[in-house]
T-cell receptor, first 116, second 114 residues
């Protein structure tokens, strides 16, 4: 089966500019996650969607970050305006929801963002 | 919220030796513990996971053990090979509602020297 797709793979922007990332999860996966992975650290969850509804966005800096999953499939994550500390890899992941709960998360290749 | 501590941050072993990475978690409601391997510049990939109703799970050279009382779990890699070199992340997930949030440790850089 096809994996999680993300684009772009790399992005360099200046601080205060805006940027958007796109994710296409594995077909049939109801749950979609956006993670931020700063160099040398583990992924940190920014937002979780179940279909097109937000389940958890407690760690999303809502003053500058926004995300949507309008039709319950693809998702976009936007940063406006970007700060230097936003430099990181942004990972999208998806998982199935089963009767026993959602378990394995499949990650996309990530978007490496550099803010200068 | 959940907090996951992972040790060591770096680990260097000789090819053929064993490697052990340990994690502790804070939320006693956590019930799912996956381990991910991330090679340089690549996506994290699940290598093994364990659920809270099991104390140990093995898959060829990789095993994971879970001690629910002490709230810690460990990854064991035997007969290490150079291709095992990567960053390994542990994670924990609680059982709350529809929130399948994983909390990750900070990672262990494993280097297997030929």
């Amino acid at each position: 089966e096809a994996g999680v797709a993300q684009s772009p793979r790399y992005k360099i922007i200046e601080k205060r500019q805006s940027v958007a990332f796109w994710c296409n999860p594995i077909s049939g996966h109801a749950t979609l996650y956006w993670y931020q992975q700063i160099l040398g650290q583990g992924p940190k969850l920014l937002i979780q969607f179940q279909n097109n509804g937000v389940v958890d966005d407690s760690q999303l800096p809502k003053d500058r970050f926004s995300a949507e999953r309008l039709k319950g499939v693809d998702s976009t994550l936007k940063i406006q305006p970007a700060k230097l500390e936003d430099s990181a890899v942004y990972l999208c992941a998806s998982s199935l929801v089963t009767q026993r709960g959602s378990y394995e998360q499949y990650f996309g290749p990530g978007t490496r963002l550099t803010v200068t | 919220g959940e907090n996951v501590e992972q040790h060591p941050s770096t680990l260097s072993v000789q090819e053929g030796d064993s490697a052990v990475i340990k994690c502790t978690y804070s939320d006693s409601a956590s019930n799912y513990f996956p381990w991910y391997k991330q090679e340089l510049g690549k996506r994290p990939q699940l290598i093994i996971d364990i659920r809270s109703n099991v104390g140990e799970k093995k898959d060829q050279r990789i095993a994971v053990t879970l001690n629910k009382t002490a709230k810690h779990f460990s990854l064991h890699i035997t007969e290490t090979q150079p291709e095992d070199s990567a960053v390994y992340f542990c994670a924990a997930r609680n059982s709350g509602g529809s929130n399948y949030k994983l909390t990750f440790g900070k990672g262990t850089l494993l280097t297997v020297n030929p």
